[in-house]
């Protein structure tokens, strides 16, 4: 399988099983509208015949070349994943989203967690069931080294002396069970001081500090609970944090767009002139029935501005101001895993969130949903079987997923979007399928004028 577009500038032609993008001449990717294997050994009439603005020699020139790319198995290359599918197992947990606080303190519209305590009350995480979790974290965790923890909420700076008791019990468990934690938080800053920041700043391997761009955006969508803006309380914060933060630890500003702002790029822009170098504005996914909700009627000016993102990249880029865009950034050389590439994000297999209860989800975005508990902390509860269920919807288990040119860098999707707004973790949201495609084109696009 193929997939060709052109973007940029350039003819581009990703070799959707092995990985190869070719950027190819206007005849080569013309061509391929009617080549395709089993390949003759000379071009027919018929493919000749098509192509009336080229000269039949060079058609046939060209038609050899790509046959031999087929041969040497760099283009149109055999499915060497489907076999490792067949094999996919529930795996040792080794990353936990802990909600350390189901309360928040700013009341951001398009919320999936009902403006933080995820349709369940307003409470905080006693720090006993924090250890609790760490205690699951090491006893599930097998043979995994290095182990990975998200303070997440609602806010979790509304419980923070609970994140530091959480953090120091599990450095204190590390030695005996021969494992490290990796841990990161995501707060909206608005509670952030001189001795949050610097706690963060030693603990945290990495930090999401939730922003969602100009002022203006940002302020119509992440409120106070009295309706106040919250982007000249939190700029500052996150300017300070992140000026204080040693180079070996990572961080990126987290924000979200709407219906509201498709110029998007603008509030990338808006984050960078910030001096914010590690930039994610991704869409929201939600019930249509907002005002807000993106659906897809608005895709094609949001592939127009994906575009317009990349080609102000590349601008930024040759001007040598680069910064990372979460959604481009891709790895063309070697890329995840085979594993990682079949089932993407390990949500319900090898990476669980807990509750302030005690209670046991796939993930953050399962919360709440009662059909999707896996356990309790303090009754010793898991569920085994739905770990399985979860490590076996990888794509080869998701029709629409099995002949997508994408597979290989969405990985099936997000499991919690497929089952809200599809009723079923192996069928795909459509709306998000359409933008992650866009994403990865404009991916290659830019890695592929960088390579020129």
């Known amino acids: 399988m193929i997939h060709k577009y052109e973007l940029g500038g350039l003819y581009i032609v990703l070799d959707t099983n092995s990985g190869g993008v070719h950027v190819v001449d206007k005849l080569t990717y013309d061509l391929l509208d009617y080549a395709a294997p089993p390949f003759a050994d000379s071009c027919p009439p018929e493919i000749i015949a098509a192509l009336p603005d080229y000269a039949p020699e060079e058609v046939q020139e060209c038609y050899a070349e790509l046959a031999a790319l087929c041969e040497e198995k760099i283009l149109f ?30 009341r951001c519209q398009y919320c999936f967690a009902s403006t933080g305590d995820f349709g369940t009350g307003r409470k905080l995480m006693p720090v006993e069931t924090g250890k609790k979790a760490i205690d699951f974290l090491l006893e ?48 909206n800053g608005v509670l952030l001081d ?24 940002n302020d119509r969508m992440r409120p106070t609970p009295s309706g106040k803006g919250s982007y000249d309380v939190i700029l500052p914060k996150f300017k300070k944090l992140v000026g204080s933060r040693s180079r070996d630890k990572d961080y990126y500003v987290r924000g979200t767009f709407t219906k509201y702002d498709l110029d998007f790029s603008e509030d990338v822009f808006s984050l960078y002139e ?71 994000c390990g949500c319900g297999n090898d990476y669980v969130a807990v509750t302030p209860d005690g209670d046991i989800y796939p993930c953050h975005q399962f919360v709440g949903i009662e059909g999707y508990k896996m356990g309790n902390l303090d009754e010793g509860t898991f569920d085994r079987e739905m770990q399985q ?14 002949d997508c040119w994408a597979r290989f860098y969405c990985s099936g999707g997000c499991n919690a979007n497929n089952y809200l707004y599809q009723g079923d973790i192996l069928k795909a949201h459509p709306l998000s399928c359409e933008m992650e495609k866009k994403r990865v084109e404009c991916a290659i696009m830019i890695k592929a004028v960088k390579a020129l």
């Open 274 to 344: 910030a001096g914010f170098d590690q930039i994610s504005v991704e869409p929201a996914v939600c019930d249509p029935k907002y005002d807000y909700a993106l659906t897809e009627d608005d895709l094609p000016a949001i592939f127009a501005e994906y575009e317009r993102l990349a080609a102000r990249i590349l601008e930024n880029d040759r001007a040598g101001k680069h910064f990372n865009f979460f959604h481009f950034m891709i790895d063309l050389d070697q890329g995840p895993c085979a594993v990682k590439r079949l089932r993407g």
């Open 77 to 106: 290359s055999p499915d060497e994943y489907e076999k490792y599918a067949k094999h996919t197992t529930a795996s040792p947990v080794k990353a936990m989203c802990l909600h350390i606080a189901h309360d928040c303190n700013l």
């Open 389 to 402: 269920r979860f490590a076996q919807a990888h794509i080869y288990a998701k029709e629409k997923c099995r």
């Open 140 to 187: 599930h965790s097998g043979n995994r080294k290095n182990l990975e923890l998200d303070f997440f909420g609602g806010e979790p700076l509304m419980n923070f002396e609970a994140v530091k008791e959480v953090v120091r019990y599990a450095r204190s468990r590390e030695p005996e069970f021969g494992k490290r934690f990796r841990f990161t938080i995501t707060t």
């Open 194 to 217: 001189d001795e949050k920041i610097d706690f963060i700043n030693r603990e945290m391997s990495n930090v999401v500090l939730s922003i969602d761009g100009r002022k203006e955006v």
